[in-house]
Each structure stands twice: as structure tokens, then as C-alpha cells.
């Protein structure tokens, strides 16, 4: 991909959906891409709502608000209240983001978290966590009892249905896949054991990227949000030099 000159984070939730003050407007859900217009910034990455709940109108995830009614957080309740509005308008705040910047020149990723803690029945747990609780989970004593086990088959397929989403239904122009909300993606004594098959799954990640690309004669770049030793990265079943030499990243 050409390499960008500045590139500007936007969580999609503290600077964004939290300060939408219902009902929200076409002009709000664009507003990522407006406020760093003309400061220099070419890519604008987008995260993808809490993590395993998303705020896009999603098909295949869990959507802010669905499987619930009453509300303990007023933030909460308007970012809910966002998305409602936006469907309302036929819309959501992704499309509208990735609208913005084509008409502005600014290139839109959507980041996606591949890990979450969250336990089932929270507001913030996703779909197949809720359907399968600790069969899919790590499982440790800790932050991670409930973070996923990439090991299973099913949370690697969970992932990618959200990326083929974005890619397919929303024509990003690229993906970043963030690996810095979690600081396990295996059970502890599996790790090394797995460390392979995450090098797979990356790769599968690409040829995701290519398929979708081919098809909408395009490149769709794939970035990649780590921990800046590479010990650490290998310590979570990350081998971020095997991804670079199998072109798994860009």
C-alpha cells in the first residue's frame, strides 16, 4: 500500500459515539473524518465499538442495545440511541465514516479488537461468548478467565465474518486488526503449541483481504496494532515476524 504520512486513531467510541447527543445526524456520524480534514492526516482508523459489541449495523455481531432493555449508563444508552437513529436513516456510523473520507481523500480503516474480557450477560459481551460462555474462553484466574482462546475454531471464525463484513458490505479501505486490548489469546501452557496457528490465521486474514480484493479490483491493505518488543508479542502466540515474511501485514 502507499504509505501514509500521518496516521489518526479514532476509538469510534470515547471521541465519537459518546458525544453524539441523540438524535444523531448524518453530519455527527461523519464527524471522525471532518475534524482531522485538512490537518495533514491521509488514514483515519476507525475502531469497531466496544470490542465484541459493535456500533455498525452488523449482521453477524452483537449491536449496541440488542438483547437489551434497561439501561444502568446514560452514555451507554445514547451511543444505543446513535445507532438507532442512524438506522433510522438508513445508515450507521462505519458506512458513514468510510462515505466521508472517499469524498475527502482521507483513507478509512476500521479497527477491529481481537481480544475482549468481558463476562457473559454484560452489556458489552458479544454473541458467541453469551451462546457458548467458557467453552471459548481462556479460562485463567484473572483478567483473562473470560478473554477468548483463539484455539478454537469458532472465536477465529467470529472474528473473520466481522472483517469479511467491513471488507465486503462496507468497502473499507483497509483493515487494522488490534491485539493490544488483550494480553492472552491462548491458555498459558499452550502458547508455543499455538503460535503457528495464529501464524495461520493471519494468513487466512489475507487471503480474506485478496479474495474481497480481486473481486472489487482493489488492494485492501491489512495493518496490525502490537506491543513493541517482540518478546512480548511471542509471549501471546504472536510471531509478527513470521506475519511479515508470509506478507500476512502490510
Not at 49 to 66: A, I, M, T, W
Not at 155 to 183: H, P, S
Not at 213 to 240: K, W
Request: aromatic share 8%; proline share 4%.
Amino acid at each position: 500500500m502507499d504509505e501514509p504520512r500521518l496516521i489518526y486513531y479514532n476509538d469510534g467510541h470515547h471521541f465519537n459515539a459518546k458525544r453524539i447527543e441523540p438524535p444523531a445526524s448524518i453530519h455527527m456520524l461523519q464527524w471522525p473524518v471532518d475534524e482531522v480534514a485538512g490537518t495533514g492526516v491521509d488514514l483515519l482508523v476507525l475502531g469497531l465499538g466496544y470490542g465484541d459489541v459493535y456500533f455498525h449495523d452488523s449482521k453477524v455481531g452483537r449491536v449496541v442495545g440488542q438483547q437489551k432493555e434497561v439501561w444502568e449508563s446514560y452514555i451507554d444508552w445514547r451511543i444505543m440511541r446513535m445507532v438507532e437513529e442512524a438506522r433510522k436513516l438508513g445508515t450507521d456510523q462505519v458506512r458513514e465514516v468510510i462515505k466521508r473520507g472517499k469524498e475527502l481523500g482521507i483513507r478509512v480503516f476500521p479497527s477491529l479488537k481481537l481480544q475482549d474480557v468481558a463476562p457473559p450477560g454484560g452489556e458489552r459481551c458479544g454473541l458467541l461468548k453469551g451462546e457458548r460462555g467458557a467453552e471459548v474462553c481462556i479460562g485463567t484466574e484473572g483478567r483473562n478467565e473470560w478473554a477468548y482462546d483463539f484455539a478454537h475454531q469458532s472465536v477465529r471464525e467470529d472474528k473473520l465474518a466481522v472483517l469479511r463484513e467491513i471488507l465486503v458490505d462496507y468497502e473499507a479501505d483497509g483493515i487494522e486488526l488490534d491485539f493490544l486490548f488483550g494480553n492472552a489469546y491462548f491458555k498459558p501452557e499452550q502458547v508455543s503449541g499455538h503460535t503457528g496457528l495464529m501464524t495461520e490465521y493471519m494468513a487466512h486474514i489475507r487471503s480474506l483481504a485478496r479474495e474481497v480484493g480481486e473481486s472489487q479490483n482493489r488492494e485492501i491493505p491489512i495493518m496490525a496494532r502490537i506491543c513493541l518488543e517482540r518478546d512480548q508479542n511471542l509471549s501471546m502466540g504472536l510471531d509478527v515476524e513470521a506475519w511479515l515474511a508470509d506478507g500476512s501485514i502490510d
